[in-house]
């Protein structure tokens, strides 16, 4: 089963990991978008980080929603909005129990990942963070070590498409070529996942 406490380190681990990256990540958005990726991440997983252990919430639900609430007040990029509906969704389809199993935690992070679609508009294969989210999603019902990979992989095999949507896509074919920064940075999201529950 998994609880708040858990839920509250995925967070700290995607904000120290988020943090190690920060520069990988605005370098991944300096090419196809406007070099900021890194830089509004860490500002909003800090905030998150600093909010969860100011307010403690008791419930996973209560977790993911507060954090979901802090990104979209604290970032400011296209990337605070879809991550902070992506948590606040999540955290919402959790309901108030008080511990979750892992079959609710992937039935409800696939709520969260469709409401990212339909706020950002988005479908596999537009370039973006939806990219590594589905596979993730599709893989966590095997496991967090499988969903990792699965992002990881997702996030890798976004270089050569062209962006469709976000930032990106204003370059047209000139967006062909690069990682997209969101994917990569969901991937370490996912990642967070295995350090969270300690494999
Ligand atoms: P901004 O583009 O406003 O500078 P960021 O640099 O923080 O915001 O985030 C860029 C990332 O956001 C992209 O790499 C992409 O993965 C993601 N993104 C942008 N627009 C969308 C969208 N409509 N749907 C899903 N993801 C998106
Ligand atoms: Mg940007």
Known sequence: M???DFFR??????????DREAERLTDLDSPIGDADHGSNLQRGFAAVTVTLEKEAPDTPGAVLTLAGRQLISTVGGASGPLYGTLLRR?????????????????????????????????????KTMIDALVPAVDALAESFAAAKSAAEEGAVATTPLQARKGRASYLG????????????????????????AGE
């Open 9 to 18: 380190r995925w967070m700290t681990a995607t904000a120290a990991s988020v």
């Open 90 to 126: 999540t955290g919402k389809a959790l309901g108030d129990a008080a511990e979750v199993t892992d079959e609710q935690f992937t039935d409800a992070l696939r709520t969260g990942v469709d409401a990212v679609m339909a706020l950002g508009g988005a479908a596999p294969g537009d």
């Open 173 to 196: 074919e000139r967006s062909i070529g690069h990682q997209d920064p969101g994917a990569t940075s969901s991937a370490l999201l996912i990642a967070a996942l295995v350090e969270a």
């Open 2 to 4: 998994l609880d708040a």
